[in-house]
């Protein structure tokens, strides 16, 4: 049985003693949690949330970084930086960065590939927009991005890669997916993986949900058939908020 995973994106949010803050009040809410909780924080909290949470059950996450170890990459972080300093997982291709940053499918293959060279587990997040959805291509527009960012990996990494699906029209709109449209979706994105790379390691590849995720959805998105836990914006900067998230099955 696949475990549950419940990620927080702060995006461009917190300071460092926001951070600390953060840490010292939602730590004990989430202490007895099954699931496995990341917070994916600015490079600047980094520091500050892995001293935090030594003693936690919680891991933490960068939310983006460069394919090439070093060079001449103004502004950029590199694989290798964020796992000397002990980062465990990585955000990889957000509708955002495509969105503002102009990333595209090879370079968020390039990334993926990246992180694993640098022993870094990859968030690797796809999703349709609205003009999408409308001409109903949506599935087709998630498989492909599926198939094109895992491109070139082997059965383990791919087993060991999560993907979040994040349909872009939901992701800070308050407007969710329902329950049975976020779970056929990421169904479609499953057998994608078993087209790909076999039914075995399609049932092992950790997928989640996320756009506008609240503690009111968050039972029942999670406890549907394929959807493995959630990606989540907003409500992961609230403590309270998200540790009900987090506690879902113990509403």
Excluded at 110 to 138: D, M, S, T, W, Y
Excluded at 146 to 155: D, N, Q, R, V
Aim: net charge negative; with cysteine; charged share 25%.
């Amino acid at each position: 049985m696949r475990k549950k995973v419940i990620a927080g994106n702060w995006k461009m949010n917190m300071l460092p003693n926001e951070t600390i803050k953060f840490i010292d009040d939602f730590a004990p809410l989430v202490k007895d949690s099954e699931a496995e909780i990341i917070l994916c924080v600015p490079y600047v909290d980094l520091f500050y949330a892995l001293l935090n949470t030594q003693e936690t059950n919680i891991k933490i996450g960068a939310q983006n970084m460069h394919y090439e170890e070093k060079g001449a990459y103004t502004g950029e972080i590199s694989g290798r930086m964020l796992k000397s300093v002990g980062v465990e997982y990585v955000i990889i291709g957000h509708s955002e960065r495509r969105q503002y940053f102009g990333e595209t499918d090879e370079i968020v293959n390039k990334k993926l590939k990246a992180a694993f060279e640098h022993g870094l587990k990859p968030i690797v997040c796809v999703g349709e927009n609205l003009e999408q959805r409308e001409k109903g291509i949506a599935e087709d527009v998630i498989t492909k991005q599926t198939e094109l960012a895992l491109e070139g990996l082997s059965k383990d990494e791919v087993k060991d890669t999560i993907i979040a699906y994040e349909p872009i029209w939901a992701i800070g709109t308050g407007k969710t997916a329902t329950s049975e449209d976020a779970n056929n979706a990421i169904k479609a994105i499953r057998n994608k993986v078993a087209k790909l790379y076999g039914k075995a390691v399609a049932e092992e590849v950790i997928i989640l949900y996320g756009g506008s995720v609240k503690s009111s959805n968050a039972a029942e998105l999670f406890s549907t058939s394929d959807i493995d836990g959630g990606l989540v914006g907003g409500a992961s900067l609230k403590p309270e908020e998200f540790a009900k998230i987090v506690n879902y099955d113990k509403q």
